[in-house]
Structures are given as structure tokens and as C-alpha cells.
């Protein structure tokens, strides 16, 4: 059992581990600025580079199942 359904799972410890990983560098950053008091603009900007970031993933995953289940990929 585990064999046959061994590539889906680890397709999802890899995707579990990178939102944990993006939620974890969220927060570090998040503290960082916090304790240094950077201004608003400053927070919007890292913020929104930070889910630049994020979303890039998160296309290329969409963008992956989708070829893949119309036998592009």
C-alpha cells in the first residue's frame, strides 16, 4: 500500500513543509520588523514581496497539475 502511494505522499510532505516553511519566514519577519519599528511602507513592501514570493509557488503547483492531468507534463 505504502509503495504504490509513496510518490503522492511525498509530493505532500514537500508542499506541507514548504507552507510551513513560508509561515515560519512570515513570522521571523514579522519580528524583525516589529522590534525595529520599520514604517508602514516599508512592512507593505516586505510583505508583498513576501507573497510574491508565495504565489510564484503556489502557481507553478497549479500550473504542474494541471499538465500533468492533461498529459502534458
Known amino acids: ?15 506541507l513543509s514548504l507552507a510551513v516553511l513560508f509561515l515560519l519566514m512570515g513570522l521571523a519577519v514579522h519580528d524583525v520588523l516589529k522590534k525595529n519599528k520599520v514604517p508602514m511602507v516599508g512592512r507593505v513592501a516586505t510583505y508583498f514581496v513576501l507573497f510574491l514570493g508565495m ?3 503556489l502557481a507553478k503547483g497549479l500550473i504542474q497539475y494541471f499538465w500533468q492531468s492533461s498529459g502534458v507534463g
Not at 5 to 15: R, T, V, W
Open 1 to 15: 500500500m505504502l509503495n504504490d502511494n509513496y510518490e503522492k505522499i511525498e509530493a505532500m510532505a514537500l508542499n
Open 55 to 57: 504565489a510564484g509557488f
